[in-house]
């Protein structure tokens, strides 16, 4: 059996809300009622059949986000190679 590691500040991650929209960001932290996040994103059809990485609250000037766990269905690490490509949308660093 594989031990899962927890999820630590600034894992990436998915968040699945009641609406149905997946966002991806970066884990902050969490208590009893919110989830808080930095740089959250959608994943959208890209013009050549592939996905792009776009803000999901683009009129927000915050970077950190507080979700109320009211409204999430669940929330777990990204996907390895989804998550490489969130850290370079969202740092404009490139990973090997």
């Known amino acids: ?4 590691k927890p999820i630590k500040k600034g894992d990436c991650v998915s968040v ?3 609406s149905g929209e997946e966002i991806l960001a970066a884990y902050e932290d969490e208590t009893d009622s919110h ?6 994103s959608n994943l959208v059809p890209g013009r050549d059949g592939g996905m792009g990485i776009v803000p999901w609250f683009m009129s927000s000037k915050a970077e950190k986000v507080n979700l109320s ?5 669940a929330f777990t690490r990204t996907e390895d190679e989804i998550a490489k ?4 949308a969202t740092t404009n660093i490139t990973l090997a």
Request: positive net charge; aromatic residues 4%.
């Open 69 to 73: 766990k009211s409204t999430i269905v």
């Open 85 to 88: 490509s969130y850290r370079q």
């Open 16 to 18: 699945k809300l009641i």
């Open 35 to 40: 989830l808080s996040v930095e740089k959250p």
């Open 1 to 4: 059996m594989l031990l899962q």
